[in-house]
């Protein structure tokens, strides 16, 4: 089975923008629709990583448009991450546009990390960063390492996290020939 | 004064519209507020159709002292068919050259810059304005006051939103004007639906740093808010209502840079 990383892919958002400035929700709405064009034009690829190299500032607008709509558009099957250096103003801006939408997006600096639009619930929370400290996990492995969570609670936990698109998941079969979810980190 | 300066040209410009015939009488002539006005450019963006007493200015003021004054206005066009992509970036130059030197610079510079972007993007997207909105920023000498003013004269905010919120969202519906406006600053609220609205919420999260009063003129009503330790609410807000019509919304923000 490949790993997430190997379907990995980069997007750097200045090749679809028209300045170095992205303002206004038409303009968002053009580069949206060149994103979906490059995403679809690789299938295989499940994570992209948006690299804002180039780009000098970002409103709410047009972060809500271009990027915080393509990741709800894909949620659950394919996902899109940041990583720093990212100018604080425009790190404010996508927040704001995430938030609004309901859509949690990743923003890696190097092994560490921090979640932009949205925070897990309470209850999942721990669910998440033991996920993130793996490429890929299972319920199962969760459950090793906390004892006092049941494997059915483990289940709807992380289910809840790729639903809300936290991470990706993909079907594999477990030891007893049954169908198990391996969860992958958005890196 | 600009946010004055731009409402009273957006004002004219509409009554030149409705074909009614309009006289701007300076009792003190260049020497007065003419010259003040001129120096911002007022002229450049006022109907030809507008009379002017004594006479208008035969040059522009903008044109002749544009970037040779240590207290920075610029007033510029928004034509919502002629989409100005550097208009931003011309706005916010200019204001750097003037406040480059603070500490906080980066996050003046990215609060305006944010602030003209949503509000300018407003006036493409929502107002249906038949007539040029204007977008207007003034440092003030001492450079201890920003003004951030954008000014349209479409159908004005409440008359595109309420609409939708009697059948989308009856709670938000009973508001009065002031506290819908409110909350379009403090949720941000969208005819678009709830995902949408994000732009003057923002916005507002951005001036609120910076103590920022905002300052709204609706066709017949003004409301300024003042941050609170939690933002702007309608505890803090002064409402002025049966103001003469003034079409479109025009929303100023007022930084305070001490």
Known sequence: MKLMNENHSTIKLCDYMVSPEGWGRSQGREVYGKLIDFVEANPGV????????????????????????LARRYRGRKAFYF????????????????????????????????????????????????ALQHESIRAAE?????????IANASMKFKQLWQQGFLLRREDISGSGGTEYVYYRIK | MIDAAVRLLSLLNQLDLCSRRVILEFEEGEIGAMGYLNRM?????????????????????????GGMNASLVEIARINPKNRDQNLLSRLTEALMQSCGHRGDAAELEGAAWTIFAELIDNIFSHS???????????LYQRGNNLSVA??????????????????????????????????IFRQGISRHGADRGCGLKGSAAKAIKFRAKLD?????????????????????????????????????FNFSLH
Not at chain 2, 128 to 138: F, H, K, N, R, W
């Open chain 1, 142 to 150: 969760f459950v090793s390492a906390n004892p006092k969570v049941s």
């Open chain 1, 46 to 69: 499940t994570i992209f990583k948006i690299s804002l190299e180039g780009v000098r500032r970002v409103d709410f607008s047009f972060a809500s448009e271009a990027l915080i709509e």
């Open chain 2, 41 to 65: 450019g007022f002229f450049d963006h006022l109907s030809p159709n507008v009379e002017v007493s004594p006479e208008r200015p035969t040059y522009s003021g903008a044109d002749r002292y």
């Open chain 2, 216 to 252: 709204v003129r609706l066709p017949t009503s003004r409301v300024l808010l003042v941050p609170s330790e939690d933002g702007y609410r309608p505890n803090t807000a002064y409402c002025y209502d049966s103001l003469p019509l003034i079409w479109g919304t025009h929303i100023c």
């Open chain 2, 128 to 138: 249906q304005t038949p007539i040029d909105g204007y977008a207007a920023l003034q």
């Open chain 2, 150 to 183: 954008v000014s349209d004269s479409g159908l004005g905010i409440m008359e595109t939103l309420r609409p939708t919120l009697k059948t989308e969202s009856p709670t938000l519906a009973r508001l009065s004007d002031l506290e819908l406006l409110v909350e």
């Open chain 1, 83 to 130: 990583s720093t250096p990212i100018d604080p103003d425009m790190i404010e801006n996508l927040d704001a546009a995430a938030e609004k939408k309901g859509q949690p997006l990743m923003v890696w600096n190097k092994d560490e990390y921090s979640i932009i639009g949205m925070n897990p619930s309470q209850g999942a929370s721990d669910a998440l960063k033991f």
